[in-house]
């Protein structure tokens, strides 16, 4: 009988750990659109690239962005060269690379 409260609490918490995965994912899906959005929309990407914590995207016009909004997504530095931006978000650079080859396409 004491095995069935251990299968109970362990279907339990797969639930929780479900609901938790499904929760972030939107989170992310919707900070993502809001970077493209701040990177002046998908019609302003030309390309997205990352490298270890560094998300690279080149844009047609860098002087719609929005900068501050970027950094208030979590970005740890912005750095911007010509018509490219290289901004620091750590782990999830090569999530949001994907996510947003996925949109410009």
């Given at each position: 009988m004491?095995?069935?409260?251990?299968?109970?609490?362990?279907?339990?918490?797969?639930?929780?750990?479900?609901?938790?995965?499904?929760?972030?994912?939107?989170?992310?899906?919707?900070?993502?659109?809001?970077?493209?959005?701040?990177?002046?929309?998908?019609?302003?990407?030309?390309?997205?690239?990352?490298?270890?914590?560094?998300?690279?995207?080149?844009?047609?016009?860098?002087?719609?962005?929005?900068?501050?909004?970027?950094?208030k997504?979590?970005?740890?530095?912005?750095?911007?060269?010509?018509?490219?931006?290289?901004?620091?978000?750590?782990?999830?650079?090569?999530?949001l690379?994907?996510?947003?080859?996925?949109?410009?396409?």
């Amino acid at each position: 009988m004491e095995w069935i409260q251990y299968v109970i609490i362990l279907l339990v918490l797969i639930v929780i750990t479900l609901v938790i995965v499904k929760l972030n994912s939107k989170d992310f899906s919707s900070e993502v659109n809001k970077l493209v959005k701040y990177l002046g929309g998908k019609d302003n990407i030309i390309n997205a690239e990352c490298n270890m914590s560094r998300f690279k995207v080149i844009l047609k016009d860098t002087s719609i962005v929005d900068k501050e909004g970027i950094q208030k997504l979590g970005a740890k530095g912005i750095v911007e060269i010509d018509n490219q931006l290289k901004i620091i978000f750590g782990r999830d650079a090569k999530q949001l690379k994907e996510y947003i080859k996925g949109i410009i396409k």
